[in-house]
């Protein structure tokens, strides 16, 4: 079974630093890589969408690398603003039974803090 | 329109009642998922729709009873169910089921859940 880890659990630094946040998983067999931002008791904001075929992709102030021979995504935030608070989850995607969709499995975020 | 809307937002019942939680999405999207989120963790998924045909269910209790009447809509029925119960239940909707590869999740804003 999929499980996929997030290092650091939280993250609390002041703004205007660069941030990397991590990601593993353990069956590289993957679709795709989703990362999400959530603020509290609020849904799922899509941040940037790695296909298993690519290494990394770019939006704005975020950076994505994919490795999936290592089980290893990275998200990269450039120049930390006040309002990138938020957790950060990263979910992977697998072929479900009958070739068709699954769902995401995600891991259990990372809580971070930008400091004005 | 890259929407995906969830009623009610809030919904608070009671052990005996019985009651729905409704989503809908227009980008033609044919494949729909229902997730739970706790507290503090991680969404988990419930349900996978594939072109309107269940095709996961992740031995989901049968208090829980998905239905979708067409293309555009997913609905979750519940009955008797538990306090523990209780959670953020998100749905969102992916283009392609059979082509996993290349397509993001999109996720509504939840509804909140409470059983006393």
């Known amino acids: 079974k999929q499980e996929v880890t997030q290092i650091p659990a939280a993250l609390s630094v002041p703004e205007g630093e660069n941030l990397v946040l991590n990601c593993s998983f353990t069956d590289s067999a993957i679709y795709n890589l989703q990362w999400f931002r959530q603020d509290p008791g609020k849904g799922l904001t899509s941040l940037l969408l790695?296909?298993?075929?690519?290494r990394e992709q770019t939006s704005g102030r975020l950076n994505a690398s994919l490795d999936k021979s290592s089980g290893r995504s990275t998200l990269y935030i450039a120049a930390s603003q006040p309002g990138d608070s938020a957790t950060y989850l990263c979910?992977?995607?697998?072929?479900?039974?009958?070739?068709?969709?699954?769902?995401?499995?995600f891991g259990k975020g990372t809580h971070l803090i930008i400091q004005p | 329109d890259t929407e995906v809307t969830q009623t009610p937002k809030h919904l608070v019942m009671g052990m005996t009642n019985k009651k729905s939680l409704k989503c809908e999405q227009h980008?033609?999207?044919?494949?729909m998922y229902w997730y739970k989120q706790k507290a503090k963790k991680p969404p988990e998924l419930m349900f996978v729709?594939?072109?309107?045909?269940?095709?996961i269910n992740e031995s989901v209790p049968s208090r829980f009873s998905p239905e979708c009447p067409n293309s555009s809509l997913l609905n979750l029925h519940l009955h008797a169910l538990q306090p523990e119960d209780s959670a953020l239940y998100l749905c969102?909707?992916?283009?392609?089921?059979?082509?996993?590869?290349?397509?993001?999740?999109?996720f509504g804003p939840g509804t909140r859940l409470t059983v006393l």
């Open positions: 729709y594939s072109y309107e045909k269940l095709s």
């Open positions: 980008m033609g999207h044919r494949a």
């Open positions: 969102a909707s992916s283009q392609d089921p059979f082509a996993s590869n290349r397509y993001e999740q999109f």
């Open positions: 979910a992977v995607r697998q072929r479900g039974s009958g070739g068709g969709a699954d769902g995401l499995t």
């Open positions: 790695i296909q298993s075929s690519q």
